[in-house]
């Protein structure tokens, strides 16, 4: 049987989902030191999945920059405090591989808050939001295309907590882990798809849209 996938899917359909668990390792990244030993593992691997995170500001004018990188691997996620460490040269490094898979997504926004933070030359990334098209998937965020490959939710509880505390929560640190994580999880299942073609795409049409055509109908006649 193949495998169910629309082109949206809405949030009252990805409230009802359960939530995405992670059962993989952690590591906070607070040294130099600790950075450069990360990325040299990081780049023997053969896919990454990244993202960042800044303190929201409720104060308006008021804009904090990147705290927090996160990449992961299929099966650990490293969290670098970059309002500790800064644009470090590991993390320069890292940024500018153009060997490993990298993925991401909307990842050029996250490349211009790291930028503010310090040169580096770009390497060579993956956008979700480009690839998830190919099987028509037509949804942007992170949360509504995993919804829709594997039917789990993945909780958004943290995103506006405080990045730039001395020692993240638990509950922080897991969010961050998962957001990277699924970026890998996404883009292999697309990539399977896109080789296998086992799947049906289901277009819906928003109800405004029926509402219209139905209207158009009726002046019509």
């Known amino acids: 049987m193949k495998k169910l996938i629309y082109n949206k899917i809405d949030k009252e359909t990805v409230s009802k989902l359960k939530k995405v668990v992670f059962y993989g390792k952690i590591i906070v990244i607070y040294t130099h030191q600790e950075a450069e030993r990360a990325v040299d593992y990081l780049l023997s691997q053969p896919i990454l999945g990244f993202d960042t995170e800044t303190r929201p500001s409720f104060e308006k004018g008021k804009q ?4 927090l990188l996160q990449v992961a691997t299929t099966t650990s996620c490293f969290l ?26 909307a990842w050029n926004n996250d490349i211009l808050s790291l930028h503010q933070l310090g040169p580096f030359n ?7 939001q480009d690839i998830v098209r190919e099987i028509g998937i037509e949804d942007q965020s992170l949360v ?17 907590s405080n990045w730039e505390r001395d020692v993240l929560k638990d509950s922080q640190k897991v969010y961050a882990a998962i957001d990277a994580w ?14 296998t073609k086992d799947y049906e795409l289901i277009v819906k049409i928003p109800e405004d849209n029926i509402v219209n055509d139905e209207t158009n109908i009726s002046e019509t006649r």
């Open 122 to 128: 770009q390497g060579t990334f993956i956008d979700l």
């Open 80 to 105: 670098f405090r970059l309002n500790q460490l800064g644009m470090c040269p590991a993390v320069q490094r890292l940024l500018s591989d153009t060997k490993v898979t990298k993925v991401g997504l």
């Open 64 to 67: 904090y920059k990147c705290a």
């Open 182 to 195: 699924a970026c890998i999880r996404i883009y292999q299942e697309v990539m399977r798809l896109k080789t």
């Open 144 to 160: 509504k295309i995993y919804a829709n490959l594997f039917n789990e939710r993945i909780s958004k509880t943290d995103r506006l």
